[in-house]
């Protein structure tokens, strides 16, 4: 049974390069969401999707960032260019939505993509 | 938008005894409350979760209890073992009227060191 899968795992780029982050959420869920965490701010929720539509992109730093699910098993984040600050731990977590349930459903994440800005 | 605080963002305590962490949350109309465990490295795991109908829940060595007139919740590690230390993360969140899968707002973890 596979969780949440991301790549690449590790990235490490230079200032001004295109950088594409990959998530495949766990099968059967419809709910996906892409965080950020760092020393400084913690975890940061940067935006999320229901049934494949951006719901909340609020956190989204800055237009260098943008995300996109084209389908139900693929979501990307592209951040271009890249700057050193941007340099973080970029988590995918999915959950099951259930029509009319009350209460948020378990969030799953992913292992992470380590991603370094030089 | 919901803000959490959490408390202490260090915690030390010797093998065998208790560890609690405390958190507190603004938006009233959240309903849950989970907890997530990050190891060094690893990524953020589900440990624990709370709902807003009721104040307690207990998962062997791991409960959590809700105060929601004082909007407070807390995670409570009894017989602490050296595999505890990680990083503890509180969330909360409410389901939104249009529905969807909406987002935690998590506090800003606790470090918990267990010693031999």
């Known amino acids: 049974d596979a969780g949440v899968i991301q790549s690449p795992r590790h990235e490490v780029t230079e200032m001004g390069q295109e950088v594409t982050l990959r998530c495949k959420p766990i099968?059967?869920?419809?709910?996906l969401f892409w965080y950020r965490q760092t020393m400084m701010r913690g975890l940061e929720l940067l935006i999320y999707?229901?049934?494949?539509?951006?719901?909340?992109d609020s956190g989204m730093p800055e237009d260098r960032f943008s995300a996109k699910m084209p389908n139900a098993s693929f979501s990307t984040l592209k951040i271009q260019p890249s700057e050193p600050r941007d340099s973080a731990v970029y988590f995918c977590?999915?959950?099951?939505?259930?029509?009319?349930?009350?209460?948020?459903?378990?969030?799953?994440f992913g292992p992470g993509t380590r991603l370094l800005v030089l | 938008g919901e803000n959490v605080e959490q408390h202490p963002s260090t915690l030390s305590v010797q093998e065998g005894d208790s560890a609690v962490i405390k958190c507190t949350y603004s938006?009233?109309?959240?309903?849950?409350f989970p907890w997530y465990k990050q190891e060094l490295g690893k990524r953020p795991q589900l440990i624990i979760d709370?709902?807003?109908?009721?104040g307690e829940k207990k998962d062997q060595r791991i409960a959590v209890t809700l105060n929601k007139t004082a909007k407070h919740f807390s995670l409570h590690i009894t017989e602490t073992q050296p595999e505890d230390s990680a990083v503890y993360f509180c969330?909360?969140?409410?389901?939104?009227?249009?529905?969807?899968?909406?987002?935690?707002?998590f506090g800003t973890g606790t470090q918990l060191k267990v010693e031999l």
């Open positions: 977590a999915s959950s099951l939505r259930i029509r009319d349930r009350a209460y948020q459903e378990t969030q799953y």
């Open positions: 099968s059967g869920h419809n709910s």
């Open positions: 999707f229901n049934n494949n539509v951006p719901i909340d």
């Open positions: 938006d009233s109309a959240s309903n849950y």
């Open positions: 709370i709902r807003s109908n009721v």
């Open positions: 969330a909360a969140s409410r389901r939104g009227l249009t529905g969807g899968g909406n987002k935690l707002t």
